[in-house]
Nanobody
Framework: QVQFVESGGGLVQPGGSLRLSCAASGFTLDSRAIGWFRQAPGKEREGLLC????????VYADSVKGRFTISRDNAKNTVYLQMNSLKPDDTAVYYC????????????????WGQGTQVTVSS
């Protein structure tokens, strides 16, 4: 059974950094594409970044370009989201999910959503 557990969220001041983790079980990371998403209160879920089977990253959201990066550690079966220069608008619940093959596809094509981790950016 494919499952994810997200962690690493918390309260951070504007301009600060956080690294989120997405621990996977039931499959190996190099067999699927993994995406990071977020959902703020009253807003639709938004795709942020994705890492492909080959380890190539795709940025979905212009708002995080140059600030967020995605990486994975195959030995730990974990995908990371490094978030720098955080802004209050980054406040949301952050999720990871997976789809077969590539990162090219709508949010609805991603499966096995984790429970999410809350990130709050506030002074």
């Amino acid at each position: 059974q494919v499952q994810f557990v997200e962690s690493g969220g918390g309260l951070v001041q504007p301009g600060g950094s956080l690294r989120l983790s997405c621990a996977a079980s039931g499959f190996t990371l190099d067999s699927r594409a993994i995406g990071w998403f977020r959902q703020a209160p009253g807003k639709e879920r938004e795709g942020l970044l994705c890492i492909s089977i080959r380890g190539a990253s795709t940025v979905y959201a212009d708002s995080v370009k140059g600030r967020f990066t995605i990486s994975r550690d195959n030995a730990k079966n974990t995908v990371y989201l490094q978030m720098n220069s955080l802004k209050p608008d980054d406040t949301a619940v952050y999720y990871c999910a997976t789809r077969m093959f590539s990162c090219s596809g709508p949010i609805a094509s991603f499966r096995s959503w984790g429970q999410g981790t809350q990130v709050t950016v506030s002074s």
